[in-house]
């Protein structure tokens, strides 16, 4: 269930992107030095990865603090697109690449799964 969450985020943004590139032109890619195909690969990639590991790790979200954790490891393989996008093979990372992606990810994992959360049952409560 997951993955189909992933490929359903991957499909809207690469929509979205698809949409600028008709209307736009190659300009806003070329200016942050990316191509369209760069950013469709990063959503579907990201997406795909990070819905299964939500998939495979949905039951540690049934408290705050877990999905906290797992917030911060399904946004990574974004986090981690977005920098391979950036400054290539990570491989050729340094230590402050490789540490900052890191740090991006568990921040806004971590806080965006800290906003959202709701208790097991309380599913639309707040809305």
């Given at each position: 269930m997951g993955a189909l969450w992933g490929v359903w985020y991957a499909g809207c943004y690469s929509g979205i992107a698809v949409i600028l590139y008709i209307v736009?032109?190659?300009r806003r890619f070329e200016a942050n030095d990316v191509s369209l195909l760069q950013v469709?690969?990063?959503y579907w990639i990201g997406g795909v990865l990070g819905g299964a590991?939500?998939?495979l790790l949905r039951p540690l979200a049934h408290r705050r603090l877990g999905a906290m954790l797992v917030g911060s490891l399904v946004?990574?393989?974004s986090t981690a697109g977005v920098m391979t996008t950036m400054a290539g093979s990570p491989f050729a990372w340094s230590g402050r690449d490789f540490a900052?992606?890191?740090v991006v990810a568990t921040l806004l994992g971590s806080f965006y799964a800290w906003w959202l959360w709701e208790p097991p049952g309380d599913a639309g409560a707040r809305r």
């Open positions: 736009d032109g190659p469709l690969a990063l590991i939500l998939g946004i990574y393989p900052g992606t890191v």
